[in-house]
């Protein structure tokens, strides 16, 4: 059971730029902005989701109207300043992810136009760094950085304190992504494959990818393996056992982690090296009860424990050996202990919880309090004035 987390002190008018809320076609974002978004309302604040309306994800909504907040659309920076500004400035918090189209320029016109706290929050943020240690970051810059109340982040650890020193930030923060027990949970079903992978391609886990799914896959043929997720190279060779889904939205995860006996978790070559990175689907996984078996990255052991929550594998034979030793008595235990840990420590409602103990500790560091509630008193509706295009 859901641990129960206290009703928040104040109520705030909160805008979120973020790369997409509309579409979860090859990105992360979408899931956590969902869940955030959505326990934020369920907490009464007043949430509006600004989205550039670009035709990847136009192509690719499976969200067009998320049924929690408000959501709209913008078409360029100048349309963003045009249509939003008055509500940027009277916000009690504006939040601008990382990868939003010209960045760059959306965070100078949040941190010159915004009259309550600024944040960001970066859900790639190993990626982020080392971009901007290279100079080839198009969505922030480090002089940008100092400029922002809090500096969320999708790593938490060691990784903090060099945000702090190296680059400035007044206050950086973990805020991990997270799951929604109401859209995932167990259900009963056979199991179709013995192991699974949910993920979009990337060149970095592809090798990994190669040693846990594909080498146990073709040692075992007469076991069932499943990789779903787009963006993979049509050229790519895989095992007869395996099948091979281009896209699952993500409504229908639950579904497809309930038809594996074993789900697989593959970590980018970034979020190793930072470590404290965990992936949304290592907690939507443990919250549909289903057995993870997971490569090492540092930090692992602070979200599950290796052998009682989580299974760690590095080669085939480990995996293999998974598959097809461990007592079923012992895969249903994992599971259930996996799940617990989840639903006490990493909801969507936890990540809200957490940002509004960031939010009160940037108003005491400013000496004020928000306007927004204050102010006329914000509803568990979205306002009516809050015009703009609604996505399509």
């Known amino acids: ?37 959505r326990a934020l309302s369920r907490r009464g604040h007043e949430v509006l989701f600004l989205e550039r309306d670009t035709p ?7 969200l067009s109207q998320p049924p929690f907040g408000t959501t709209r659309l913008y078409d360029s920076v100048t349309d963003l300043h ?4 008055g509500v940027l ?3 009690d918090l504006v939040i601008l992810g990382s990868y939003v189209p010209d960045g760059i320029e959306v965070a100078e016109l949040v ?3 915004a009259g309550g706290l600024v944040a960001f929050y970066d859900i790639d943020t190993p990626v982020t760094l080392a971009s901007l240690a290279a100079d080839t970051c198009d969505y922030l810059t480090a002089e940008l950085i100092p400029g922002f109340d809090l500096y969320l982040s999708f790593t938490g650890g060691p990784v903090l304190r060099r945000i702090e020193r190296h680059y400035g930030a007044r206050a950086a923060r973990a805020l991990y992504c997270s799951v929604d027990p109401d859209c995932h949970r167990p259900y009963t079903m056979e199991a179709d494959w013995n192991l699974g992978y949910l993920g979009t391609y990337s060149t970095d886990r592809q090798p990994t990818l190669e040693e846990l799914m594909c080498a146990p896959a073709r040692r075992w043929p007469e076991g069932r393996f499943a990789v779903a997720g787009p963006l993979y190279p049509p050229d790519l060779v ?14 229908r995860h639950a579904m497809f982690f309930a038809r594996q006996r074993f789900t697989l978790n593959v970590t980018r070559i970034d979020m190793i090296r930072c470590g404290y990175s965990p992936s949304v689907r290592l907690f939507e996984a443990a919250a549909c009860g289903v057995p993870i078996i997971s490569d090492w990255w540092p930090g692992l052991d602070e979200f599950f424990l290796p052998g009682h929550e989580i299974l760690v594998a590095g080669k085939a034979d480990e995996a293999l050996c998974y598959l097809r030793e461990l ?29 509004e103990s960031y939010v009160k500790e940037a108003w005491d560091r ?23 295009t609604p996505p399509q």
């Open 327 to 355: 007592p079923e008595r012992e895969r249903l235990g994992l599971a259930c202990r996996a799940r617990e840990r989840v639903l006490s420590c990493h909801t969507a409602a936890h990540r809200a919880a957490a940002l």
């Open 111 to 113: 941190q010159r136009t």
């Open 1 to 37: 059971m859901s641990a129960v987390i206290p009703p928040p002190s104040d109520r705030l008018l909160i805008v979120i730029l973020g790369l997409s809320i509309t579409s979860s076609w090859g990105n992360g974002h979408a899931t956590t902005y969902r869940g955030l978004m």
């Open 366 to 388: 400013r000496g004020t309090r928000p306007k927004s509630s204050a102010r006329r008193g914000v509803s568990r509706r979205p306002t009516p004035t809050l015009q703009g």
């Open 82 to 85: 045009e249509r939003w500004s």
């Open 89 to 91: 400035h009277d916000a």
């Open 56 to 62: 990847w994800y136009r192509d690719h909504r499976d």
């Open 238 to 251: 895989w095992p007869d056992n395996l099948d091979r889904i281009e896209h699952i939205v993500p409504g």
